[in-house]
């Protein structure tokens, strides 16, 4: 089955500064990569999505970029904000169908 | 509020006890998946449905889960015979058939003593 692994697993920002981080996935036949946010309590929510036959993809302060040959994606946070504290989580998923997570990314943004 | 929505919020029960959750997903999402947190770890797949067949459960999951989706809108999830290690947080998420997107609901928290 799908293995996604994700890194780093935690990260601290100066609030100003890019934020990046690491997905890579196993199942060549994955086609859809979506990323969540997940505060502490709360439900994951959509932050920004990419499917393969895009390379990269941008909304405002982030991007999803990826690489189908590497199988590997990776968001990029610009002018990060204390607000953009949370739990980060990768997925994959084939066809609409069941989405395998990464382990998360718990960002922390020190004003 | 159009959202996915779960009852109960938290369930606390003691071991060898059954417990059952409900969703309800976005009205015509005719898919809906469960999945299950713990602390730490990014949401594990459970199972899902598309309208009132369930098209895949993780080979993970035991016999003691079951879940139902008997007029293709809302599910259930029972867990029989609850053990320490069911301890987690249950969420449940709808999509369209044809669509990626999936929308979480607020999730169940279950505490097995």
């Known amino acids: 089955g799908e293995n996604v692994e994700q890194h780093p697993s935690t990260l601290s920002v100066q609030e100003g500064d890019s934020a990046v981080i690491k997905c890579t996935y196993s199942d060549s036949a994955s086609n859809y990569f979506p990323w969540y946010k997940q505060e502490l309590g709360k439900r994951p929510q959509l932050i920004i999505d990419?499917?393969?036959?895009?390379g990269e993809k941008k909304d405002q302060r982030i991007a999803v970029t990826l690489n189908k040959t590497a199988k590997h994606f990776s968001l990029h946070i610009t002018e990060t904000q204390p607000e953009d504290s949370a739990v980060y989580f990768c997925a994959a998923s084939i066809r609409a169908g069941k989405s395998t997570f990464g382990d998360g990314t718990t960002l922390t943004v020190k004003p | 509020d159009t959202g996915v929505s779960q009852d109960p919020r938290h369930k606390i029960t003691k071991r060898g006890q059954n417990v059952t959750f409900r969703c309800d997903p976005i009205?015509?999402?005719?898919?809906l998946y469960w999945y299950r947190q713990t602390l730490g770890q990014g949401p594990e797949f459970l199972t899902y449905?598309?309208?009132?067949?369930?098209?895949?459960k993780s080979r993970l999951l035991s016999d003691r889960f079951s879940a139902e989706r008997p007029k293709g809108s809302f599910s259930t999830l029972e867990i029989q015979r609850t053990e320490q290690g069911d301890s987690a947080m249950y969420l449940c998420?709808?999509?369209?058939?044809?669509?990626?997107?999936?929308?979480f609901g607020p999730g169940t928290r279950l505490t097995v003593l």
């Open positions: 449905f598309q309208n009132e067949a369930q098209l895949e």
């Open positions: 990419i499917r393969s036959n895009v």
């Open positions: 009205s015509e999402h005719n898919r």
């Open positions: 998420a709808s999509s369209l058939a044809l669509e990626d997107t999936q929308y």
